[in-house]
């Protein structure tokens, strides 16, 4: 099953416009924190099934997903 956190993920950025500056934290919602983990995941099966179709993975993703109950907002 996967479920992938959206809702106030800490993250880290940086402040430089044009050249590094400061390390800053912030807590961030959305699709955007989600992403790399179902990436993560997608990766995963193809590497272990080379030959997975979008179709498939798609599939797999969206008859797999379970909403969970955790700190970060785990959806599906």
């Known amino acids: ?18 050249s590094p500056g ?8 959305g699709t955007s924190m989600a992403t790399p983990h179902v990436t993560g995941v997608v990766a995963l ?16 993703l969206t008859s797999t997903a379970h909403a969970i109950s955790c700190p970060a907002g785990c959806g599906a």
């Open 1 to 18: 099953a996967i479920a992938a956190p959206g809702t106030a993920i800490l993250s880290t950025y940086n402040d430089g416009a044009t």
């Open 22 to 29: 400061l390390p800053l934290y912030a807590e961030l919602d």
């Open 45 to 60: 099966a193809k590497a272990v099934d080379p030959d997975l179709s979008p179709a498939a993975i798609r599939n797999l």
